[in-house]
């Protein structure tokens, strides 16, 4: 079998090189949940369900938000949302995950355009400040 590359050493080893150093997704953490949960789309239970997660579900874990309750941005397959940090086994490295912000609108635009729900984004940018109500779930009306 004949290698196009094999009488070009120097652009072989190039291209090793550069997919050495194309960085991880986001350079997560490996974790997995301790029991069956909901994956939300942002740090608190008011936040629409994005999944539900399995038992021991491996996760990559990108970050936490540091609040009253810590909650982790996390991936499971496709699904991308966030759980809180006392669901994941933590493992040192989840411990030691770096703290991130949250905003509703960038996060939302990002992971959640397809969904239901991304059309009542303007009622959830008054999330985190004092006196937010969150919107109804879909499908009901108090």
């Known amino acids: 079998m004949n290698c196009p590359l094999a009488d070009r050493p120097l652009i072989a080893a190039l291209l090793v090189a550069a997919c050495l150093a194309w960085p991880a997704p ?12 909901t994956l939300r789309a942002g740090p608190d239970h008011a936040f629409p369900q994005v999944t539900r997660l399995t038992s021991g ?11 009253p309750q810590r909650w ?15 669901e994941l086994s933590q493992s040192t490295r989840v411990r ?8 509703v609108a960038e996060y939302w635009q990002a992971h ?31």
């Not at 940018?125 to 969150?134: C, D, H, K, R, Y």
Request: include cysteine.
């Open 26 to 37: 986001a350079s997560a953490q490996l974790d997995t949940t301790r029991s069956a949960l």
């Open 57 to 67: 579900a491996n996760v990559h874990v990108f970050g936490c938000v540091e609040g």
């Open 72 to 86: 982790c941005d996390i991936q499971s397959g496709r699904a991308r949302g966030f759980v809180p940090a006392s």
């Open 96 to 103: 030691n995950a770096p703290a991130i912000a949250f905003s």
């Open 112 to 142: 959640y355009r397809r969904r239901a729900w991304f059309a009542s984004l303007d009622r959830w940018q008054g999330w985190g400040t004092p006196g937010f109500v969150p919107p109804a779930p879909a499908g009901r009306t108090s």
